[in-house]
C-alpha cells in the first residue's frame, strides 16, 4: 500500500452570475458540452457548470450534457483512460454527482461518488500556524500530529465536509481575515499509478506532497 500525504492551502470562492442570466448560460453551454470532442474546452465548460450550479433553476440540460461528455471521454471503461480524455470523464462525473444533488437524487449521486473514490475526510491546521513567506511555500511543510485526548491540537481531524470532492476552507476558519490554512489529505493506493493534482484558489496557495513543496502560486485571482 501506498500512501501520499497531501497538503493544500488556501481557497475563497468567486462570483457567479445571477439568474436568469445564469440559467441561459448553463444552457448554452451544456448545448456546446453536448457534442464537444477537445478535452480542454469540455473541462471549461464543465467548471462553468460547477460555477453557475447555485444559481440555477433547472438543472436538466447540463445533467443530460455531463453525462455525454462522461460517456464520450471515458469511453464507456468502468476505469478512466489515462491522459487528459480519462481526466474530463472524472470531472463530468463529478459534475453530475453535483447535479444529482441539486435535483434532490442523493441515491444516484452516492453511486457517482463511490465509483469515483472521492476522499471525504480531512485535517485543517488551526489558524494558529503563521506561515512564513508566500504560503509557506520557503518554509517547513508543517508536520502532521495526530490530536490526542488532553492535548491542544493544532490539527482537527474532520469526517465527510468534503462532498462530492470539494473542500470549502472558508467554511471552516473561524477568522476569515487575511489567514492561511493547511488541509491534510492521504491517499492510499494497493498499486503504483499515475495520478494528476489540480489545485488552486483566488489567493496565493500552495501544494506539498510527501512533506515537501512542490508548487506555489503567488498570485491573486479576483
Not at 485535517?123 to 503563521?130: C, E
Not at 470539494?166 to 471552516?172: G, K, V
Amino acid at each position: 500500500m501506498t500512501a501520499l500525504p497531501i497538503a493544500l492551502l488556501a481557497a475563497i470562492p468567486a462570483a457567479a452570475p445571477q439568474p436568469p442570466a445564469a440559467q441561459r448560460e448553463a444552457t448554452a453551454i451544456a448545448s456546446e458540452l453536448t457534442d464537444c470532442r477537445d478535452p480542454l474546452r469540455a473541462a471549461t465548460l464543465l467548471f462553468r457548470i460547477e460555477e453557475l450550479l447555485p444559481h440555477l433553476g433547472s438543472i436538466v440540460d447540463p445533467l443530460r450534457a455531463a453525462d455525454a461528455a462522461a460517456a464520450r471521454f471515458g469511453s464507456g471503461a468502468r476505469v478512466h483512460p489515462a491522459g487528459p480524455e480519462g481526466e474530463v470523464a472524472a470531472l463530468a462525473e463529478r459534475v453530475g454527482l453535483l447535479l444529482e444533488l441539486a435535483r434532490g437524487r442523493p441515491a444516484r449521486a452516492a453511486e457517482r461518488e463511490a465509483h469515483l473514490r472521492l476522499p471525504d475526510s480531512f485535517a485543517i491546521l488551526s489558524t494558529s500556524w503563521v506561515p512564513g513567506g508566500t504560503c509557506g511555500a520557503d518554509g517547513p511543510v508543517p508536520a502532521f500530529e495526530v490530536p490526542r485526548p488532553g492535548n491542544s491540537p493544532r490539527w482537527r481531524v474532520l469526517t465527510g465536509i468534503a462532498r462530492a470532492g470539494r473542500l470549502d476552507l472558508e467554511d471552516l476558519l473561524s477568522d476569515r481575515r487575511d489567514v492561511a490554512a493547511v488541509a491534510a489529505v492521504e491517499l492510499t493506493v494497493d498499486r503504483p499509478v499515475d495520478a494528476a493534482l489540480y489545485y488552486g484558489a483566488s489567493g496565493p496557495s500552495a501544494v506539498a506532497v510527501d512533506g515537501a513543496w512542490i508548487a506555489a502560486d503567488a498570485a491573486h485571482h479576483p
